[in-house]
């Protein structure tokens, strides 16, 4: 596979990846948004508990205060009196069911609401025996218990009465319905599963709502109740009750003069539901998108695994191709190499023949004398110096593309050059009637002048080949530590969308004049090798200049080569 397909860096599983981290974070945002709102819920129902517990316990409170009261005031009476003023009290306490006034041996009687009182014997009632252990101050609050006053759950209120000497001399006990309670628990609207539970310091239940009968002897000791009550004038708790089995979460609030604690708890099923309701809807959205997402990322999976192995196989084709195409180059590169060195070793041996024959032509032109014979001669010599020209600028080009020329960079006087351009090129313009002009300079310049030579002798060339008429200018002018040699002529001139063109090999402007197009691509190939700077402008119809820019020679060099030109 190749590295960039691996499947560490696949984009197919970065997707699947990223999809797994969004779901992943999604699902523990959902998460921590479902405990919030639980923890909120929980929150709000504690405190709606505790307002619950206070309630209760005022309530509780005013009606242990109105029992006492009257309770304080039938002791007070004669005891000829206690039984008129214990039916007043009745009348005056809704909550009551009946007022027991009972001797010190339990034996008395019991003044009912509306109903005449009757005997009543209590010495062994719980309630009783710890009213006979306790000083005869303060109310005393009985535990719940089934009574016979309407056979319906009640707890005591009792006041202990004391002799002349401070003994026990009896006890006035109120009978407490739990049914007013009950009722004032349902106005607390606190849901079906709740409780309010009324219990003293040992956990006994003095009373349990909204069902008093089913706490009838029971003791809340060690459960979640009785220990947030212990030591706290109010608290929290969460657990379950001893005496239902619901798990409720509530509050405590302590009475400590009375004894007593009142806990009131709310259902925690009664709680949750609306809660579990938006947690199922919230995840059962994010399931939905959640399969949503999945199911566009399989779709999108399948389809970028598509375009990957459709990338991988033209991938693999490409470098096919491309390999193909290298060996094909480096093959193409090895024919042109083989080429250009066999044209480079073999120059000597093909110009060699060529010049002799230019020899022998010139030996026999000037043995010839009719006419006739110089018709055919004249031909012959300008197709041999042709051919010698031609082969000499194909060989210069295979030995730069060969590389077999290596520039020798020494420090010169231009006018050297100049000099030994003069005799060649005269000629040539002289043959067509055409001034040449060398305008010399005493510049020394550093480069090699062979190949210097050679560049100009092909730009003055080709001047000349491409001038009808007027002349060739060879000069040159310095700019910034250098010299720029131009070649101006009068010709037709280049079109602007064929000054670049002209540097090509196998180019000709003009087809009608003589040469092969290579003069420009061996002075370009030449100025490349030597890192020299071409430039050409030119006007149609006016002429072309060509420059060369070549470095200037140093001070100490430029005298020396100064000296060696006057020597």
Not at 171 to 194: C, E, K, Y
Request: aromatic share 6%; hydrophobic share 50%; charged share 20%.
């Amino acid at each position: 596979m190749h590295p960039y397909y691996s499947r560490e860096l696949e984009p197919r599983h970065l997707v699947i990846l990223q999809l797994t981290v969004v779901l992943a974070f999604a699902a523990l945002g959902l998460a921590a948004y479902l405990i919030r709102e639980r923890d909120a819920t929980l929150t709000a129902a504690e405190g709606q508990a505790h307002g619950a517990a206070r309630l209760m316990e005022e309530y509780f409170r005013r009606t242990v205060e109105a029992a006492d009261l009257a309770l304080a005031t039938t002791e007070v009476l004669p005891p000829a009196d206690r039984v008129a003023g214990a039916a007043a009290a009745i009348g005056r306490l809704p909550e009551a069911l009946a007022v027991i006034i009972a001797d010190a041996d339990g034996s008395g009687l019991a003044v009912g609401n509306g109903r005449p009182p009757r005997p009543a014997a209590v010495g062994g009632e719980p309630y009783f025996t710890d009213l006979r252990q306790m000083p005869a101050s303060g109310p005393h609050i009985g535990l719940l218990r089934h009574t016979r006053f309407g056979d319906q759950p009640a707890f005591m209120i009792g006041r202990a009465l004391a002799d002349s000497r401070g003994r026990f001399a009896g006890a006035t006990v109120v009978v407490v319905s739990a049914a007013s309670f009950v009722r004032m628990f349902h106005g607390l609207r606190l849901g079906p599963g709740a409780a309010l539970d009324v219990f003293d310091a040992r956990g006994a239940v003095v009373l349990h709502l909204p069902a008093p009968d089913a706490a009838i002897g029971r003791n809340l000791a060690g459960g979640a109740e009785f220990g947030a009550a212990a030591g706290r004038t109010a608290g929290v708790f969460h657990g379950t009750s001893s005496i239902d089995g619901v798990e409720r979460v509530g509050a405590v609030q302590a009475a400590d003069d009375l004894g007593l604690a009142v806990a009131a708890g709310l259902a925690m099923p009664d709680l949750l539901a609306p809660w579990r309701s938006r947690a199922r809807m919230a995840v059962t959205i994010f399931a939905v998108l959640a399969l949503a997402a999945i199911g566009m990322a399989r779709l999108a999976y399948r389809g970028m695994s598509r375009e990957q192995a459709i990338m991988r196989r033209l991938e693999d084709e490409v470098r096919l191709r491309t390999r193909e195409a290298q060996l094909n180059a480096e093959e193409a590169r090895r024919a042109e190499a083989t080429k250009s060195r066999f044209l480079a070793t073999a120059s000597h041996d093909l110009r060699q023949p060529l010049q002799a024959m230019e020899m022998f032509a010139e030996v026999l032109g000037g043995r010839l004398s009719s006419p006739a014979q110089m018709q055919v001669f004249t031909p012959l010599r300008t197709a041999l110096h042709s051919a010698n020209q031609l082969l000499t600028t194909l060989l210069d080009a295979s030995a730069l593309e060969a590389g077999k020329i290596v520039p020798v960079i020494r420090t010169f006087p231009l006018t050297d050059v100049f000099a030994r351009l003069a005799p060649q090129i005269a000629p040539l313009a002289e043959q067509k009637a055409l001034s040449f002009t060398i305008v010399d300079s005493s510049a020394g310049l550093t480069t090699d002048p062979t190949l210097l030579e050679r560049m100009l002798r092909n730009l003055l060339v080709n001047a000349v080949r491409y001038t009808p008429r007027g002349g060739v200018l060879l000069g040159c002018r310095r700019a910034d530590g250098h010299v720029v040699i131009q070649v101006v002529d009068t010709g037709a001139g280049i079109p602007a969308d064929k000054l670049t063109a002209v540097f090509e090999d196998f180019n000709r402007l003009d087809t009608s004049c003589e040469g092969r197009g290579l003069g420009l691509g061996v002075v370009r190939k030449m100025a490349e090798l030597l890192e020299l700077d071409l430039s050409v402008a030119s006007a149609p119809g006016r002429g072309t200049v060509f420059g060369v820019r070549v470095p200037l020679a140093t001070p100490d060099n430029r005298d020396l080569c100064l000296a060696a030109a006057e020597a």
